[in-house]
């Protein structure tokens, strides 16, 4: 089992350098850079990536090192990266710099879905306020477990729910097929009685034409670049989860960089991250605005979608289901020790406690 799973990674490895399409090539250039990093990013055709990560490390990084430094940069979905193998391939070293979607790694790693159980963050304010709480915990549990470095967190707009039937309130979804992208996803719309089906990006439209989902959970803005606009009715505003993700080096590819780029990455990229935070907050109030077909929306496609507003009697639900449901079967698949550092850390600062293991 051992040598078919390095062989995969072997395998994983070589697609990474030898994917035609995947990186650009710096042979144009005039003078060649002293380094050139290879990096693996968000998802392919998301703001994140196309209006942040990209330019940052193909135009930003040799700007600020004056041509002396530059990257080559590939979607993780484009560069063969399977999600859930991103931490164990940056650990190994091929994948030296990446950037791992949580609900991805959380398959293998429950720990690191904590920050964004399904529930807990009703706005970016929440959301802000418990990773700050979980950082320090998840940058030591990097480092001294999985031998990465973590350079930054990235967080994609507000997920919330599109669907083709009327809905007034969440409790409406009681019977419902709904796309879910993670276990936790999965957990709340279980809790409403709904049906979890659990699909990839590109999978929700033809799900959608084919009957097999009647709603989806995605982020509101890459709901509408989707077309979801089309072909669904009503919008829920209230955000379920985000989509966090982490930019992190292989700790050896970390230290063996020269001096001066280590201490202009480590400047730079928190600028990147606050960059993505506030195109995430932004897109998430566009997304609606598009979905609605307003005049605010400028860069996306107008929809007529109905916005079902955050009532009383959801964000009651949202806590019930948050504390009886997605919390407690986190814990379970996690394992006792999750839950004291929950306690430590997000539990702490959002005054949710659990029963300490023993």
């Given at each position: 089992?051992?040598?078919?799973?390095?062989?995969?990674?072997?395998?994983?490895?070589?697609?990474?350098?030898?994917?035609?399409?995947?990186?650009?090539?710096?042979?144009?250039?005039?003078?060649?850079?002293?380094?050139?990093?290879?990096?693996?990013?968000?998802?392919?055709?998301?703001?994140?990536?196309?209006?942040?990560?990209?330019?940052f490390w193909t135009k930003e990084l040799p700007r600020l090192s004056g041509g002396k430094y530059?990257?080559?940069?590939?979607?993780?979905?484009?560069?063969?990266?399977?999600?859930?193998?991103?931490?164990?391939?940056?650990?190994?070293?091929?994948?030296?710099?990446?950037?791992?979607?949580?609900?991805?790694?959380?398959?293998?790693?429950?720990?690191?879905?904590?920050?964004?159980?399904?529930?807990?963050?009703?706005?970016?304010?929440?959301?802000?306020?418990?990773?700050?709480?979980?950082?320090?915990?998840?940058?030591?549990?990097?480092?001294?477990?999985?031998?990465?470095?973590?350079?930054?967190?990235?967080?994609?707009?507000?997920?919330?729910?599109?669907?083709?039937?009327?809905?007034?309130?969440?409790?409406?979804?009681?019977?419902?097929?709904?796309?879910?992208?993670?276990?936790?996803?999965?957990?709340?719309?279980?809790?409403?009685?709904?049906?979890?089906?659990?699909?990839?990006?590109?999978?929700?439209?033809?799900?959608?034409?084919?009957?097999?989902?009647?709603?989806?959970?995605?982020?509101?803005?890459?709901?509408?670049?989707?077309?979801?606009?089309?072909?669904?009715?009503?919008?829920?505003?209230?955000?379920?989860?985000?989509?966090?993700?982490?930019?992190?080096?292989?700790?050896?590819?970390?230290?063996?960089?020269?001096?001066?780029?280590?201490?202009?990455?480590?400047?730079?990229?928190?600028?990147?991250?606050?960059?993505?935070?506030?195109?995430?907050?932004?897109?998430?109030?566009?997304g609606f605005a598009c979905n609605r077909g307003l005049p605010s929306c400028t860069s996306g496609?107008?929809?007529?979608?109905?916005?079902?507003?955050?009532?009383?009697?959801?964000?009651?639900?949202?806590?019930?289901?948050?504390?009886?449901?997605?919390?407690?079967?986190?814990?379970?698949?996690?394992?006792?020790?999750?839950?004291?550092?929950?306690?430590?850390?997000?539990?702490?600062?959002?005054?949710?406690?659990?029963?300490?293991?023993?």
């Amino acid at each position: 089992m051992r040598r078919k799973c390095n062989s995969l990674i072997w395998r994983w490895g070589l697609a990474l350098l030898l994917a035609a399409g995947a990186f650009p090539s710096w042979a144009q250039t005039t003078s060649q850079p002293a380094l050139a990093l290879r990096v693996v990013g968000g998802l392919e055709g998301l703001n994140q990536y196309t209006r942040n990560e990209e330019p940052f490390w193909t135009k930003e990084l040799p700007r600020l090192s004056g041509g002396k430094y530059a990257a080559e940069i590939a979607p993780f979905d484009r560069a063969g990266v399977p999600g859930p193998e991103m931490l164990r391939l940056m650990q190994l070293g091929v994948v030296p710099f990446g950037t791992a979607l949580l609900s991805n790694v959380s398959a293998q790693h429950p720990e690191f879905a904590a920050p964004d159980l399904a529930g807990l963050n009703p706005d970016i304010a929440s959301l802000k306020k418990t990773v700050a709480a979980f950082r320090p915990y998840m940058e030591k549990t990097l480092r001294e477990r999985h031998g990465v470095e973590l350079l930054a967190i990235y967080t994609y707009p507000a997920q919330v729910v599109f669907c083709k039937k009327p809905l007034t309130r969440l409790s409406d979804l009681k019977g419902r097929r709904v796309r879910v992208s993670s276990a936790t996803q999965s957990d709340l719309i279980g809790a409403l009685d709904g049906v979890p089906v659990l699909l990839g990006l590109s999978q929700i439209l033809p799900n959608m034409a084919s009957g097999n989902t009647e709603c989806a959970i995605t982020g509101s803005m890459s709901g509408n670049t989707l077309g979801l606009h089309e072909v669904t009715t009503h919008i829920h505003n209230m955000p379920l989860t985000w989509g966090l993700s982490i930019f992190a080096a292989n700790l050896n590819a970390w230290g063996a960089l020269p001096g001066d780029l280590r201490a202009m990455l480590s400047k730079e990229i928190p600028k990147l991250e606050t960059a993505i935070w506030l195109e995430s907050e932004r897109e998430t109030l566009e997304g609606f605005a598009c979905n609605r077909g307003l005049p605010s929306c400028t860069s996306g496609r107008r929809g007529q979608l109905k916005e079902v507003a955050l009532s009383e009697q959801d964000e009651r639900l949202r806590r019930e289901i948050l504390t009886t449901a997605v919390l407690p079967r986190w814990i379970q698949r996690c394992g006792g020790r999750c839950a004291d550092t929950w306690n430590q850390t997000i539990g702490a600062v959002n005054g949710i406690l659990v029963a300490p293991s023993k």
